[in-house]
């Protein structure tokens, strides 16, 4: 049921990975993509077995994937104890339906997987009840798979009207949680706005970036706090802040939710409320993860859900984190072929988004704590650009002063 995680949080269960190709994406993305799916299987416990792919120009209406693929699926299903399959991409209700009626396992896409995942992670009692909703509003167009007799949490008589079927019954059940869910988030966030207001004038950073790039590590460098970090996907997500003092000046910084390829719709709509955070800050930390392959996706994305977020335009630094993690091939003089981004030294790398980025950008490793304090005096700097447009009557302070106080 919503609210609690399923299944697919038991180490021992085996899955498989699906995904097609279509035209505007070539192998390498494909790959790189379901290596993430990967990783999430992994963050909810699953052990991946195999991957298949393949390549059309839109997915099948009714099975996701051709009749080839699907018959090669279904035989290794069975010859290998699969119990679940997961789809990088969301499938609606009479997909998933016709899948499990021949593959012979439970069939998972990648929003069920993500909502998995954010349901194991929740923590407040925000973050649970934002999750809950996400959780409903996916289930909703899905009941004829997923019918459960909901109606029996309410009590037996005159619960079902003249006529009524079982499904329409849990329809309307799942209507009604979504709107006592809405009501009590509207309570909280009134909370957490209150809160917010009590902070006043204060200048606010808040950490953006992909899922797993690091951000929570260089919240605790910053704050020298203890902010719980793991190499999983959403290790993060409720919103942490902490009140730090530099050169006398206070300011706030703040730790959301990762963003990631394909986050859910209804995920993020349940979570602009923690997200206020980002809305309402002064200054973007964007933790970018520099070691990995295709880490300018992973910027589209970020700079995508924050124009979503209607947060884009804020003063911006750009952090490229995991330096000591960037690997390359130097490329043979006589290869005449053009360059790849393998065969990019990390100074030329450099170069480059300094050049072009319209953000100042620093390079950092968290976890060597390389470049730490040259990123502490480029914050520090634009901190105290809005802190003194915001309090012109303040002379900046010699003395170097840090204390942290966590909010909330």
Known sequence: MPHQPTDLGVPQERVILISVSTRQQDVDQVNEYLDELAFLALTAGAVTIR??????????????????????????VKANNIQIAIFDDELSGSQIRNIEKVIGCRVVDRTNLILDIFAKRARSAQSRTQVELAQYKYLLPRLTRLWTHLEKQRGG?????????????????????????????????????????QRGDIVRVALVGYTNVGKSTVMNLLSKSDVFAENKLFATLDTTVRKIVWDQIPFLLSDTVGFIRKLPHDLIESFKSTLDEV????????????S?????????????????????????????????AYHYVEKDPFDLTPATRENVSLDELKKSWVAKENYPCIFISATEKNNIEELRAALSGLIKQVHFIRYPHNLPASEDAQSNEEIN
């Open 51 to 76: 991957r298949f792919t393949q390549k059309m120009d839109h997915p099948d209406s009714k099975t996701f994937v051709g009749k080839g693929k699907l018959e090669e699926i279904i035989e290794f």
């Open 292 to 324: 990995h392959i295709n880490f300018e996706d992973q910027i589209k994305v970020v700079q995508s859900t924050l124009q979503e977020l209607g947060a884009h335009d804020k003063a911006t630094l750009m952090v490229f984190n995991k330096i000591d």
């Open 279 to 290: 809305r309402e800050a002064d200054i973007l930390l964007h933790v970018v993860d520099i």
């Open 157 to 197: 008589i005159g619960v079902r009207g003249p006529g009524e079927s079982e499904i329409e019954t849990d329809r309307r059940v799942i209507r009604e949680k979504l709107s006592r869910l809405k009501e009590k988030l509207k309570e909280i966030d009134k909370q957490s706005a209150t809160q917010r207001k």
